[in-house]
């Protein structure tokens, strides 16, 4: 079945930099386009950034632009989320989905990112 | 990118019928037949209920419907049950390459 893993969270200073991580299994990953979808605590759900299946393309949201950059590599089965000049605001849960007929059919469990000093 | 209007609650009683409204722009739940909704019990990660606006994923049950009407769609769930209580997402693809996401509605379940 469908697995995504999520990886690479934790604490960081504002400023500062992450790469998540998300390994998939389950199904033909270089197949799919993928997303990266946060949490901030006790909120809502935000779309971050997708990436095309084959990696040509990838769209990110206005709050993330030129800060975080979203990468795969279909030879691992793994996709990443490279977050630069990090925020308060960007403290999240953050998931991994596939992507299936313009919507996100399977999710990961979530790794939370904590931005403070 | 502005977030999707949903109701920040909704009720109903057992096997009572509850609709649960998202509203957007021409430039997202009008303008694309790519409407989601997603159902998250605490401390878990979504479940997709509803894609493309009407469409049941395998799985889920039927009780859960979609609709769309103009820049707004609509989650339907009928016959509610206890283990329905949840909150709610709606999203849509916005053009522009990108996705958009409601604020969530909490569904009590009386």
């Known amino acids: 079945q469908v697995q995504l893993v999520e990886s690479g969270g934790g604490v960081v200073q504002p400023g500062g930099s992450l790469r998540l991580s998300c390994a998939a299994s389950?199904?033909?990953?270089?197949?799919?386009?993928m997303h990266w979808v946060r949490q901030p605590p006790g909120k809502g759900l935000e779309w971050v950034a997708y990436?095309?299946?084959?990696?040509?393309?990838?769209y990110s949201a206005d709050s993330v632009k030129g800060r975080f950059t979203v990468s795969r590599d279909n030879s691992k089965n793994t996709f990443y989320l490279q977050m630069n000049s990090l925020r308060g605001e960007d403290t999240a849960v953050y998931y991994c989905a596939k992507d299936s007929d313009w919507a996100q059919d399977y999710w990961g469990q979530g790794t939370l990112v904590t931005v403070s000093s | 990118q502005s977030a999707l209007t949903q109701p920040p609650s909704a009720s109903g009683s057992p096997g009572q019928s509850v609709t649960i409204s998202c509203t957007g722009t021409s430039s997202d739940v009008g303008g694309y037949n790519y409407v989601s909704w997603y159902q998250q019990h605490p401390g878990k990660a979504p479940k997709l209920m509803i894609y493309?606006?009407?469409k049941r994923p395998s799985g889920v049950p039927d009780r859960f419907s979609g609709s769309k009407s103009g820049n707004t769609a609509s989650l339907t769930v009928s016959g509610l049950q206890a283990e329905d209580e949840a909150d709610y997402y709606c999203?849509?693809?916005?053009?522009?390459?990108?996705?958009?996401f409601g604020g969530g509605t909490k569904l009590t379940v009386l």
């Open positions: 990436i095309l299946y084959d990696g040509s393309r990838k």
């Open positions: 999203s849509s693809f916005g053009g522009s390459d990108n996705w958009v």
């Open positions: 493309e606006v009407t």
């Open positions: 389950g199904f033909t990953f270089s197949s799919f386009g």
